[in-house]
């Protein structure tokens, strides 16, 4: 491919694609009476709550994170055909919130630990497909 048409091609691709970056709260109530979406959400992780590290702006707690699943539930109940994927560390208590959802255990190699891998979890309400390029062929 030439540069000019993987742009084009990633435009088609991506057209009517809104990216956002809000919390989450402020995300589910802007979108909460929008049909057919697809909505990913990218938590601070659990681990943060347990360690005392300062890994983002803004740690949840436990309670917090209850707090969003709760909140994505009840955009479910309004929006049922929104589809919402997840990314979480690998916690119990992240399991036990989304024990009825689809759990996907994925190995991350990291870059910050030399030669270290660990497991995270991508969580959807729906069944995935084999993941699609959308850069390629």
Same mark, same amino acid.
């Given at each position: +491919?030439?540069?000019? /048409? #993987? ?14 970056? *809000?919390?989450?709260? @402020?995300?589910?109530?802007? +979108? ?8 990913? *959400? ?17 740690? #949840?707690?436990?309670?917090? +994170?209850?707090?969003? #699943? ?5 955009? *479910? ?5 929104? @589809? ?20 996907? /255990? ?6 910050? @630990? *030399? ?23």
């Amino acid at each position: +491919h030439d540069a000019v /048409e #993987f742009l084009k091609e990633s435009r088609r691709k991506l057209e009517g694609t809104a990216v956002e970056c *809000l919390d989450y709260r @402020k995300l589910l109530h802007k +979108h909460k009476h929008r049909k057919e979406m697809f909505i990913y *959400l990218d938590p601070p992780y659990v681990v943060t709550d347990n360690d005392n590290a300062q890994y983002y702006k803004y740690n #949840f707690d436990i309670a917090e +994170h209850s707090e969003m #699943f709760d909140s994505i539930n009840a955009l *479910l109940e309004v929006t049922p055909d929104t @589809k919402i994927m997840i990314s979480y560390d690998n916690y119990e208590i992240v399991r036990e919130l989304y024990k009825d959802w689809i759990i996907t /255990e994925m190995p991350v190699k990291h870059s910050t @630990k *030399l030669g270290t891998t660990s497991i995270e979890l991508v969580i959807t309400n729906y069944k995935t497909n084999v993941q699609e390029d959308i850069f390629g062929d």
